[in-house]
């Protein structure tokens, strides 16, 4: 059972940033989409992001322009970069691993079989 875990979370203030990092305990190879989802106090879980095992992305229309989403299978690693975030950003955020290739949309959370425990983050105004 491969599992993913998130950390980089953490407080910054209105305006700054912070890298997520999502490690997996097997080849990320293994995941054709990776994602990032989040879950704001007393909110459903929402995608943010996600991205191919060939590098191609895509970000929920909240966060464009300030979220990058990427992969590093070599190092079995996932990336949220996030700037210029906003109070409104704060949240718990999950990785996601879908070992299929088609499915449901890539904002589903359906499409995603593996999840992780999730990582804090914090936007202070």
């Known amino acids: 059972q491969a599992r993913l875990v998130e950390s980089g979370g953490g407080l910054v203030r209105t305006g700054g940033s912070l890298v997520l990092s999502c490690a997996a305990s097997?080849?990320?190879?293994?995941?054709?989409?990776m994602a990032w989802f989040r879950r704001a106090p007393g909110l459903e879980r929402e995608f943010v992001g996600a991205?191919?095992?060939?590098?191609?992305?895509r970000n929920a229309d909240s966060v464009k322009g300030r979220f990058t989403i990427s992969r590093d299978n070599a190092k079995n690693v996932v990336y949220l970069q996030m700037h210029s975030l906003k109070p409104e950003d704060t949240a718990v955020y999950y990785c996601?691993?879908?070992?299929?290739?088609?499915?449901?949309?890539?904002?589903?959370?359906?499409?995603?079989?593996?999840w992780g425990q999730g990582t804090q983050v914090t936007v202070s105004s």
């Open positions: 996601a691993g879908s070992i299929v290739a088609y499915g449901s949309s890539w904002e589903s959370r359906a499409r995603y079989a593996y």
């Open positions: 097997e080849s990320t190879l293994s995941f054709p989409l």
């Open positions: 991205v191919q095992r060939n590098g191609v992305g």
